[in-house]
């Protein structure tokens, strides 16, 4: 199948996608939204079951919807999410295609042509909205290459009901990483291994939610991500809950440990310890690989050249989703639609120039 003359075409249909094409039609221009999964929810489906959102319902919304539920100051679930976004998905006035998948983006006369598994269309500009869950992280651990036990990423973990009783170390320091081992904790001997402290920040102050504050002050828009050579580690919010599990021991934390021999496990202090599974809870990077053809579009290490989501090296080329894109809240549902309406207006003006 072949689609000529789109404005637009904003790969990705979760919540980065979907606030891009939200901005564009307020623009005037005619996107399409291609979607690699049967839904437009993004990773959200696949996140692990007892996952729930680490700011409040009224500070989770995409532009022109609210999230739904009486209780603004309640943290919402992961399947309501999901439903949230595909609400959303229905109400826009878009083309989205699900299952859908692009293969590779190259540069045309009149602007891109975009190859999807079965077939391909023309675009007068690109939006890569696939965000910066994609891809999960499998950083080079000590040992872990020889490590016989079970081995499996945050993305790949559902629930505790697998490890049951087992012997089970999860390496991280952020959010997922402590929710994760804590949950775990509760059924299973679990060990938090960490390169240094866990870095916690209230969930509440002064009796109100953090992103009270943080939306109230401005730092949740403020336009630092230009300043940053890298995204730097958040902090775990917490209600005391996680503080307190990790102070009993429930998990307890080390240190990451210096290798395996087999399914044992070798620390610091020269302990070897035998360990049923680790679980990797070490984030993701930009999942863009439709765009390794296209020149000047990723660095050497798959990651965008872009400035506040703009392409550096290709015009007419856009990123909205990222971490740190533009600033704290870039690539969360609350501030997604910022960058969103900002890279909007910049391909409309491009585009009205042509």
């Known amino acids: 199948m072949e689609y000529v003359d789109v404005d637009v075409a904003v790969i990705g249909g979760g919540q980065s996608g979907l606030a891009t094409a939200h901005a564009l039609l307020r623009r005037g221009l005619r996107p399409v939204v291609l979607e690699a999964s049967d839904r437009a929810a993004g990773s959200w489906p696949r996140y692990y079951d007892s996952l729930t959102l680490f700011s409040p319902a009224r500070y989770s919304s995409l532009p022109g919807m609210p999230f739904p539920g009486a209780d603004r100051a309640r943290y919402p679930h992961r399947d309501e999410v999901v439903a949230y976004l595909t609400a959303y998905s229905g109400r826009l006035d878009a083309e989205i295609r699900t299952g859908c998948r692009v293969t590779g983006v190259h540069r045309t006369d009149g602007g891109f042509e975009v190859e999807l598994e079965d077939g391909r269309l023309s675009a007068r500009a690109v939006v890569a909205a696939s965000g910066t869950f994609g891809r999960p992280h499998r950083p080079a651990l000590p040992g872990l290459e020889a490590f016989a036990g079970r081995v499996v990423h945050a993305a790949d973990y559902h ?11 999860v390496v991280g320091a952020g959010n997922s990483a402590v929710q994760i081992a804590a949950e775990l904790a509760e059924t299973t001997r679990v060990t938090l291994a960490t390169r240094g402290p866990v870095k916690f920040a209230a969930q509440r102050v002064l009796g109100r939610d953090l992103h009270f504050w943080t939306v109230r002050t401005g730092l949740d828009a403020a336009p630092l991500g230009r300043l940053l050579p890298r995204p730097p580690a958040q902090p775990v919010l917490d209600d005391g809950r996680y503080r307190a599990a990790l102070a009993a021991g429930q998990p307890d934390r080390r240190p990451l440990f210096d290798g395996a021999d087999g399914t044992k496990l070798v620390w610091s202090d020269g ?19 439709y765009l390794a053809g296209l020149d000047g579009a990723l660095d050497a290490d798959r990651n965008p050249r872009h400035r506040e989501g703009l392409a550096t090296g290709v015009p007419g080329l856009a990123f909205v989703g990222l971490e740190w894109q533009r600033s704290l809240s870039s690539n969360s549902l609350r501030g997604v639609g910022r960058d969103a309406e900002r890279i909007a207006r910049r391909l409309a003006a491009r585009l009205a120039r042509r």
């Open 271 to 289: 302990q070897r310890e035998e360990a049923d599974a680790i679980v990797l809870a070490t984030g993701y990077r930009p999942d863009l690989p």
């Open 159 to 169: 629930s505790p009901a697998s490890f049951s009783g087992g012997r089970v170390v």
